[in-house]
């Protein structure tokens, strides 16, 4: 589990190698970032939970599944591409964002984004059958990264960035057309699957 409150930007080092089964072995420079990862630890790598599979100085090594590339932006990086990290929690771990759990529901993209000296927002477009999940002032997890829900329409959603979510994640790069790994709200996710299967009793 995670609480989405990004702890260092990292960098794909090199290009991810090809595995057995279609998956890649994804290499990640951690320079900078206190935590030392051991082997096995759960890192959340721009939202998505991986496993640590190899340690090298600075670099940590990551297998992913050919599932995990194919429904999230994680299969379309290459060297040098910034990535928003967080390891795992622990029960002392202050939950200064929400309940983040590395599975991605799905893949948004990125209508604009509109910094001015007042405010920066911007806006996702997603698959509306995800539309109950979101609820104004309620919480997502875009690329890993714990916001708040400050606008909803049809198919689109909206958040408030500050300075320091602009200069501390990859949201500053971001640009029309990116694609961003988005996870509901786990408890929302949980009503509507109970609200479902009460309907078809």
């Avoid at 990290?85 to 799905?106: I, K, R, S």
């Avoid at 606008?151 to 408030?160: I, N, Q, R, S, T």
């Avoid at 509901?184 to 009460?198: G, H, L, N, S, Y």
Wanted: net charge negative; charged share 15%.
């Amino acid at each position: 589990m995670f609480t989405g409150l990004i702890q260092c930007v990292g960098r794909v080092q090199g290009n991810p190698q090809p595995l057995q089964a279609g998956g890649q072995r994804l290499q990640i420079d951690l320079s900078g970032w206190s935590y030392q990862p051991h082997l096995g630890a759960s890192i959340a790598v721009n939202g998505c939970c991986l496993t640590v599979a190899a340690v090298s100085g600075e670099i940590a090594s990551f297998d992913v599944i050919r599932q995990t590339l194919d429904l999230t932006t994680l299969g379309s990086l290459t060297s040098n591409d910034a990535v928003n990290l967080e390891h795992a929690t622990t029960p002392e771990t202050l939950l200064g964002g929400h309940l983040v759990q590395g599975h991605v529901d799905t893949v948004g993209e990125v209508e604009f984004l509109n910094q001015s000296s007042e405010a920066c927002r911007c806006r996702i477009q997603f698959d509306r059958r995800y539309e109950a999940l979101l609820v104004p002032q309620g919480s997502v997890a875009v690329d890993g990264v714990s916001l708040t829900v400050a606008d909803l329409g049809e198919g689109w959603f909206e958040v408030a960035l500050i300075p320091t979510t602009l200069v501390e994640t990859t949201f500053g790069q971001y640009a029309a057309g990116d694609g961003v790994n988005l996870e509901w709200d786990v408890i929302a996710k949980m009503v509507e699957r109970q609200m479902a299967a009460r309907a078809g009793n």
